[in-house]
């Protein structure tokens, strides 16, 4: 499978961004989807997923924000961020996944990764 991450750029605080992130080469709806971010200097951590039955999860930060979102027949899934915060500057990557639900968080298990798109909130 291979992903490629877009939508990326630099806005200021309280703007809202979309991203998106195209799969193609496999059986899209089959795979649960990430969205994990990396700031300058941290390490890589879980956003948001999307199970292939429906299911999805946030991490604290960006519940009530954000919102992840899929279209199986466009192999494609969104993370629109609202109001966001000079906290939420990061790269963002997609990923996809066919581990069980409750390891989702974990980048470790995600097979497939996307290039990853930057996103710079200026305050």
């Known amino acids: 499978v291979q992903l490629q991450a877009s939508g990326g750029g630099l806005v200021q605080a309280g703007d809202s961004l979309t991203l998106s992130c195209a799969a193609s080469?496999?059986?899209?709806?089959?795979?649960?989807m990430g969205w994990f971010r990396q700031a300058p200097g941290a390490e890589r951590e879980f956003v948001a997923a999307?199970?292939?039955?429906?299911?999805?999860k946030y991490t604290s930060p960006v519940k009530g924000r954000f919102t992840i979102s899929r279209d199986n027949a466009k192999n494609t899934v969104y993370l629109q961020m609202n109001s966001l915060e000079s906290e939420d500057t990061a790269v963002y990557y997609c990923?996809?996944?066919?581990?069980?639900?409750?390891?989702?968080?974990?980048?470790?298990?995600?097979?497939?990764w996307g290039q990853g798109t930057l996103v710079t909130v200026s305050s």
């Open positions: 990923a996809a996944t066919t581990t069980v639900w409750g390891r989702a968080t974990e980048d470790a298990v995600y097979r497939y």
């Open positions: 080469g496999g059986t899209f709806r089959r795979y649960t």
């Open positions: 999307f199970s292939m039955f429906g299911d999805i």
